[in-house]
């Protein structure tokens, strides 16, 4: 898990988490936030607080390009701050004029998983309104086919939760994070 950039761009002070729906972003992040002594924030949670309503409501109410803009006015907004882990909404790295304002925002992390795994966290869960499909197994193979590339494209170190526990992962990201925002 070695940070795989040089940190002395010119990157705000923040830890981003990226990744697909359920590879832990928000659980992840809140542990790291804790054990680094940052602020916690959620771009999904300010996106709703922002909307006055739900995700699924906006989704259902005004469509995901709406949706989009929020999430990138959010985004932009998070480059106000520092000392924050940021966890941001698996679609997040679809709109490629986001990976530039990630970039600003600070250091980004991409947390992976495999279909399976997703589909065993999200299967109970109703509040991911792109997964409401028919057979939302095979939307996730086929949403992560086509997003792995911008994830990719958009990540400073990629970290695989598979067959790790979230304490365990949670401690590799702090650590990795210490150095790569040049924590003491
Ligand atoms: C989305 C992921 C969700 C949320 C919205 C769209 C996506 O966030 O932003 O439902 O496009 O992958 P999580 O990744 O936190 O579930």
Not at 12 to 22: D, V
Not at 98 to 109: E, P, R, S
Not at 154 to 170: C, F, H, I, P, Y
Request: hydrophobic share 35%.
């Amino acid at each position: 898990m070695l940070p795989l950039v040089n940190t002395t761009d010119e990157r705000r002070r923040n830890l981003i988490l990226i990744g697909f729906m359920g590879t832990g972003k928000t659980t992840i992040g809140k542990q790291v936030a804790k054990s680094l002594g940052f602020r916690f924030v959620d771009t999904d949670q300010l996106i709703s607080q922002k909307a006055g309503k739900s995700i699924p409501d906006i989704f259902e109410d005004e469509g995901e390009e709406t949706f989009r803009e929020l999430e990138t006015d959010v985004l932009q907004g998070c480059a106000a701050a520092e000392n924050q882990v940021i966890a941001t909404g698996g679609g997040i790295v679809t709109k490629t004029t986001n990976h530039a304002i990630l970039k600003q925002v600070g250091y980004v992390i991409w947390l992976q998983a495999s279909p399976e795994t997703i589909y065993d966290r999200v299967r109970r869960n109703r509040n991911r309104p792109l997964l409401q499909t028919e057979d939302p197994e095979k939307t996730i193979r086929d949403l992560m086919e086509q997003r792995v590339g911008l994830y990719e494209a958009a990540q400073d170190m990629a970290v695989t939760t598979d067959g790790l526990t979230l304490d365990e992962t949670a401690y590799g990201i702090t650590e990795s994070a210490r150095v790569a925002l040049g924590l003491e």
